[in-house]
């Protein structure tokens, strides 16, 4: 996709699953790509993926929540890549229970890692793009911004994403920075088979319910949220901010 090509993206939550298939297909398009994972060694095997194809990429070892250690991954990557100009953040966490039962951990984890994150990293990219008045950032928000059982912290995060993507599409808008957000809905990642246990399900009779009620007959894969996301880094999307586009199958 135009405008890809070159470019240094930092992929959030890279080191697996929708994460995973986002850094392949930005790599794919010609993006140099820096895989941020608190899992230091799953971030490595998606660079090891993107370089097997040709592609560069580096892994860096990142709590998203963690100011000073994003500080310091966002300047390594700037030194070692260039002044990264595409972010996806999209590295998240579920602790999924019943209000009653929630804990303050609960809560306080799921809010660090897919809001405070979005925040820092953002927080520490976006200097590098006000400086060359370009870029692109895509946010993660789900279909559970619109209400969930059991994931009070995850859908209060997902919707505070969404409201977060908003106001940064105003502010960042006139150094020619878009901001954009991907609103996932069921996707076969092991975030859902995860669920799937919590529940007491088999993962597939789960995944076979979930496609019963979708109105293109499946459930999504990763490489559907990375389609999308490329096209929202991409010159096609130009004149694209401040949207949430749901990606679900259907209404």
Known sequence: MRGIRGKV?????????????EALR???EGAAVAV????????????AKIRAVGGEGRGYAVDVADRMAVQKAVAGVADA???PLLLVNNAGIIRDNLLF????????????THLKGSFLVSQAVQRYMVDARYGKIVNTSSTSALGNRGQANYAAAKAGIQGF???LAIELGPFNINVNAVAPGFIDTAMTRSTAERMGLDPEVLKSAAAGQIPLGRIGVPEDIAGVVAFLLSEDAAYVTGQVLYVRGGP
């Open 165 to 167: 993507t908003k106001t």
């Open 36 to 47: 941020f994972d608190k899992n230091g060694e799953q971030a490595d095997q998606t660079v």
């Open 26 to 28: 930005l790599a794919s």
């Open 9 to 21: 993206a930092i992929v959030t939550g890279g080191g697996q699953g929708i994460g995973e298939a």
């Open 81 to 83: 890549l260039g002044a």
């Open 101 to 112: 039962k929630m804990t303050d951990s609960d809560w306080d984890s799921v809010m660090s």
